[in-house]
């Protein structure tokens, strides 16, 4: 079924001095328009490379990604990306740094329309009295609510999210959840987030998509989100089927901790032999 982002076949190898790594491979993922989905998987099994092919930022090795109908080869304000760290201009307001991606994006309204846009975003997140205060003045949680109304300013058809509470206290974490929730449900964005926290993916998406480990990493299971929306974070953790989705996520992780042991063990005993079989040669 065609889906209104299609990543087909996609694939990713990088030049190593050891030569060709193939990192992704035939990696499939259709999505919905205004779809949440979150991609989960070991560390290193290549979900940033995932993300950063769909944002345009890392070259494509092989298949695609369409987004909107549109092939994508290269980055565009059509798909917002907000990392761990959000990479503000330390000496620029708040306002300032949304305002740099809002000029781009609208540069026939006015000055104050723009100023609008940028000041609605930062208020949405929660930094309506802090618009000019300077980005280097900012608390890191504060910094990664700017990058947040930075990319959603943009209005982009997707947004693309590489752990972006990852650096954060829980309780600020549990915040900007809910608001970024709020925002994208409000506009229908289609979303696809990486994070390391299972219990992150349940609360925030339509389905949870697992990563094989790499090398050659593709998508291993897919689980579907019971939760009604708007979520409510106590009848989330209360829904019946909740510990059993969980249990079935840590349970496929572990299953891929250990073919990754099991495989580095053939490969260390292969090695031995080889070394073995050429001292006796
Ligand atoms: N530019 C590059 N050149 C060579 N290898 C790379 C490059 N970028 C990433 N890799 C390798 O590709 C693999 C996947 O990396 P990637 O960052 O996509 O994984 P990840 O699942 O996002 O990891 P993490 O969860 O730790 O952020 C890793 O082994 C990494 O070392």
């Keep these: 079924m065609a889906g209104y982002v299609e990543m087909y076949r996609l694939g990713k190898t990088y030049d190593t001095p050891n030569g060709p790594a193939i990192i992704v491979e035939d990696f499939n993922l259709n999505m919905a328009k205004g779809e949440y989905v979150c991609l989960l998987g070991h560390s290193g099994c290549g979900k940033s490379t995932v993300l950063t092919m769909v944002a345009g930022l890392n070259p494509i090795t092989t298949g695609g990604v369409v987004v909107a109908n549109h092939e994508i080869d290269g980055p565009g304000p059509d798909r917002g990306v907000v990392f761990q760290s959000p990479c ?3 000496w620029m307001t708040a306002l300032e740094n949304v305002l740099l991606g809002v000029n781009q994006v609208y540069p026939h309204g006015t000055k104050s329309q723009r100023h609008d846009i940028a000041a609605y975003y930062l208020t949405l997140v929660g930094l309506g009295n802090s618009l000019h205060t300077r980005a280097s003045s ?53 979303t696809l987030m990486i994070t390391h926290d299972v219990d992150e993916a349940l609360f925030m998406s339509d389905r949870v998509v697992m990563m094989t480990n790499g090398p050659r ?19 989330v953790l209360d829904h019946p089927d909740y510990y059993d989705l969980r249990g079935d996520m840590i349970e496929f992780l572990e299953e891929q901790d250990h073919k990754k042991l099991k495989a580095d063990a053939e490969k260390l005993e292969a090695k031995k032999r080889a070394e073995a079989e050429a001292a006796i040669a």
């Design 88 to 90: 503000l201009m330390p």
């Design 138 to 190: 900012l608390s890191q949680g504060m910094q990664q609510r700017v990058g947040i109304a930075r990319a959603f300013a943009l209005k982009p058809n997707m947004l693309l999210l590489d752990e972006p509470f990852g650096m954060l206290d829980s309780l600020t974490r549990m915040e900007l959840q809910e608001i970024l929730l709020e925002i994208l449900v409000r506009d229908k964005v289609t």
């Design 217 to 235: 990493a593709r998508v291993g299971r897919v689980f579907e989100m019971p939760f009604q929306r708007p979520r409510i974070r106590a009848e």
